[in-house]
């Protein structure tokens, strides 16, 4: 396996005070947002981009199994996308905070 360092100081916490004692969060970031100095490499961001959708399409896949036992998993397999499970959920809803406008931005 490959470790790459990146000179990414943009994934440094960023913080309300000089004590760091108050992380800022995404929504709160917005303000302070500048464009890359570099250019972008497209092929990371086709790579961050295929994971978000995995991410999207994992989770709606198992949304109704989620927190099930593994034997009910082994006797349930998961083929398509369902309605109910643990939160209720409509047939294909995402239920971690990714919503597709988050994703919409992100594809932009």
């Given at each position: 396996m490959h470790c790459?360092?990146?000179?990414?100081?943009?994934?440094?916490?960023?913080?309300?005070?000089?004590k760091l004692s108050k992380i800022k969060k995404p929504d709160e970031l917005e303000s302070i947002l500048e464009h890359p100095s570099t250019?972008?490499?497209?092929n990371l961001l086709d790579h961050i981009r295929g994971s978000l959708i995995g991410l999207a399409l994992g989770d709606a896949l198992g949304a109704h199994v989620e927190f099930r036992p593994h034997q009910y998993l082994l006797e349930h397999r998961v083929t398509d996308l369902q309605a109910g499970g643990t939160w209720g959920l409509r047939k294909g809803q995402v239920?971690?905070?990714?919503?597709?406008?988050k994703l919409y931005i992100v594809f932009k």
């Open positions: 790459i360092y990146l000179d990414a100081h943009w994934l440094d916490p960023k913080f309300h005070d000089t250019p972008i490499d497209t239920f971690i905070k990714i919503s597709l406008n």
